[in-house]
Each structure stands twice: as structure tokens, then as C-alpha cells.
């Protein structure tokens, strides 16, 4: 089975910090993805990237920026953290070409 | 550029009821792929089921299936016989067929609750 893992469930942050959002596959998937949940608005995609060192900017990137230096691992980076950044992140992957995408638990941010 | 849509943001069926939930898109590809995702409370995404624009047979995995009808842009979930596990987030989804196609463009999702 297909397990990507976040490295919170829970995160509190103070307006202005930087703030890592970690995610971790274990199934050599090449794409990774940043999306972000809020309700009424569904899933929109702040960032993917489809190999080592290779990102793209999704719908919703401005605020937002990512690292992809492994291939297991694709963090997502909140600059400056603001209120309007409270919300769901969830971390999905899928290998090259195949339809399914795998998702974390996600991670619940608070900004305050 | 693709959109989903889920007018439907509540539902709520009887146990051991069927239910439908709905969702339409836009695309001018011809080539695609449509999901239901479900996400519970413990906020695992898990796929339900997945349909191939190509494939004219509407799919099925045991309770649920689906009504894909491509002219219209139509994708419905059917759940048959709801049990209280079905309780979640029900996200109908979007994806090119391809290569370099790996984007999924998601609905506002349809919340369903089942009554005991």
C-alpha cells in the first residue's frame, strides 16, 4: 500500500513565522502535490512537482513556495504565515502517467 | 481550463437507503479520467471509485457505482444499502488521460450524513 505521510496532523503558528509543511511517500511516485482545503471551496492546488528539483505553480500558489530535493520528500513553505493561511493541507502523490492520487491526513494549520 | 462541479454541499439519506450524489464538469479533451474521492472524519482521502471517459460501461465496486454520461459532462455516485461508515466528504474529481497530464481538479465536495 501507497503511504504518504505529513508531519502534523495539528499546527499552531504565529502570524509572521515561516512554517514547513512536510510530506513523505514511500512508493517512489514521481509527482507530488500541495493542495489546500476550505470549506465551500473544495481542493485547490498551491503546488506540484513531477521529479527531483522540478516544481509548478498550481491555482493557488501566492503565498506559498515549495522544495522538492528528494524524491520521497516535498515540503511546502509558508514564507510569512498570515490568518487567511488558516486551513487544511493535504499532501497527495501519483506515479508518472497513472491515474490514482494517494493522500496524507493532512495537516490542520491555525494561524494567529 | 477544466472545471467540477458538486451542487449538492448536504445530503443526507436513511440507512440502508440509496443515495445519489451529483457532479458535472467541463472539458474539451476527450480522453479522461473522473473520480469520487470520500474523506471521513478522520480526514484520509480514499479513493471510492474511478471512471475511464473511453470505457462506455459505467463502473462498480459493490455498493457504489456510477452514471457517467459523457455527452452531458455528467458523473453521479450512487450508494446503495448506506451504512453509517458511509458518513463523509464525497469529492468528485478530474483528470487528463496522459503523460504529463498529472493534475487532479477537484469539486466543492457534497457533505453526506446518514440517519440511523
Known amino acids: 500500500d501507497v503511504k504518504v505521510t505529513q508531519s502534523s496532523r495539528y499546527l499552531v503558528k504565529r502570524t509572521g513565522e515561516k512554517v514547513f509543511l512536510e510530506c513523505v511517500q514511500d512508493?517512489?511516485?514521481?509527482?507530488m502535490f500541495w493542495y489546500r482545503q476550505d470549506p465551500g471551496l473544495g481542493l485547490r492546488l498551491i503546488y506540484f512537482?513531477?521529479?527531483?528539483?522540478?516544481?509548478e505553480k498550481g491555482d493557488i500558489p501566492e503565498g506559498y513556495s515549495v522544495s522538492r530535493e528528494k524524491k520521497e520528500r516535498f515540503s511546502l513553505i509558508l514564507e510569512s504565515a498570515s490568518t487567511n493561511q488558516t486551513s487544511m493541507y493535504l499532501c497527495?502523490?501519483?506515479?508518472?502517467?497513472?491515474?490514482?492520487?494517494?493522500f496524507g491526513q493532512g495537516t490542520r494549520l491555525t494561524v494567529v | 481550463a477544466q472545471t467540477v462541479t458538486q451542487s449538492q454541499p448536504e445530503m443526507s439519506v436513511q440507512e440502508a437507503e440509496t443515495v445519489t450524489l451529483s457532479c458535472t464538469y467541463d472539458?474539451?479533451?476527450?480522453?479522461?479520467?473522473l473520480f469520487w474521492y470520500k474523506q471521513p472524519p478522520s480526514r484520509q482521502m480514499i479513493l471510492v471509485i474511478r471512471?475511464?471517459?473511453?470505457?462506455?460501461q459505467n463502473a462498480t465496486e459493490n455498493r457504489f457505482s456510477v452514471n457517467f454520461q459523457k455527452a452531458a459532462k455528467s458523473f453521479s455516485l450512487k450508494i446503495s444499502d448506506s451504512q453509517l461508515g458511509d458518513a463523509a466528504m464525497y469529492f468528485c474529481?478530474?483528470?487528463?488521460?496522459?503523460?504529463?497530464?498529472?493534475?487532479?481538479?477537484f469539486g466543492t465536495g457534497t457533505r453526506l450524513t446518514i440517519i440511523p
Open positions: 474529481a478530474y483528470k487528463k488521460h496522459g503523460f504529463g497530464n498529472e493534475k487532479l481538479t
Open positions: 512537482s513531477y521529479d527531483v528539483k522540478m516544481k
Open positions: 512508493m517512489d511516485h514521481e509527482n
Open positions: 471512471q475511464e471517459a473511453y470505457k462506455q
Open positions: 472539458t474539451s479533451e476527450s480522453d479522461y479520467y
Open positions: 497527495a502523490t501519483s506515479g508518472q502517467g497513472l491515474p490514482e492520487a494517494f
